[in-house]
């Protein structure tokens, strides 16, 4: 299975080691399908599990050896999009321990978590022009947001090779692990921390995040009014203002 979850933490193992670290759909679209019905999820981690690679896209000797290679992508597109859309949409904080390299639509998934974590080896690379192939996981759509759309061009159409540091600089990774080995644990780390915060309060950031990238100004600031309203008056604000004042560690309970 891709997904197991313990402790809250969603662990999501995202390439299959068997088929040269390639995306594992089906167990991307089993990992989608938990993500949107288990509430007890406080936090999604992404990982390329035991190998050194992150994930290296998709499976390209099957892509060659389809009878029909366009209806053959299109269904692995659309398993793939199903997992994508699930963790933009999910209220949880989305994590990607970006260990090595993240290759096509290993890009497009760390593009896709709120939060990358890297190594000193981190390589991102679009792949897809290589093989005449446009993106897919939502590359085109997150990658303009995180480096602008002239950077995102570049990247895309030269299908440069980005390393750890130009990644880093760029936001593609926004913490870095002093060793390729460390990557994962403090990637798990930070999970685990983010897990005893408040389901709700993370919840209500992440969405308010999704939303200003299309809202005015005057939308945003009264979206943000509404949010923090229902908040305070809900149990986890109500604690951690009390655990705050009675300094002690607060008890989230949503």
């Given amino acids: 299975m891709a997904i197991s ?3 809250g933490v969603a662990t ?3 390439a299959n080691a068997q088929r040269g670290q390639s995306l594992d759909i089906p167990g991307l679209r089993e990992a989608a399908s938990v993500i949107r019905f288990d509430s007890t999820i406080r936090v999604i981690l992404l990982t390329g599990g035991d190998a050194p690679n992150f994930c290296n896209g998709g499976d390209v000797k099957a892509f060659g050896s389809a009878d029909d ?3 053959y992508v299109r269904g692995l597109a659309e398993g793939f999009h199903e997992f ?3 963790i933009i949409d999910t209220e949880v904080p989305v994590i990607a321990a970006v260990r090595g390299y993240a290759a096509g639509g290993g890009m497009s998934l760390a593009c896709a978590a709120d939060i990358a974590v890297g190594g000193p080896s981190t390589t991102f690379v679009p792949a897809y022009p290589a093989i005449g192939y446009s993106t897919d996981g939502g590359l085109s759509w997150t990658l303009p947001r995180i480096v602008g759309r002239r950077r995102a061009a570049d990247i895309l159409l030269a299908n440069r090779k980005v390393s750890s540091d130009d990644a880093f600089a ?4 926004t913490q870095r692990a002093a060793t390729d080995e460390e990557v994962v644990p403090e990637a798990r780390a930070l999970a685990q921390r983010l897990a005893a915060n408040s389901r709700t309060a993370l919840g209500a950031i992440k969405r308010l ?3 200003s990238t299309h809202n005015s100004l005057a939308v945003q600031l009264t979206a943000e009014t509404d949010a923090i309203e229902r908040a305070a ?3 986890d604000g109500r604690e951690g203002v009390a ?3 009675e300094k002690r560690k607060p008890q989230f309970g949503s």
Wanted: net charge negative; glycine share 8%.
């Fill in 12 to 14: 999501v193992i995202v």
């Fill in 243 to 245: 655990a705050f004042l």
């Fill in 170 to 173: 760029l936001g593609l990774i």
């Fill in 69 to 71: 290679p366009g209806q």
């Fill in 233 to 235: 008056a809900s149990t």
């Fill in 84 to 86: 994508v859309q699930a």
């Fill in 209 to 211: 995040l999704n939303e």
């Fill in 5 to 7: 979850v313990e402790s």
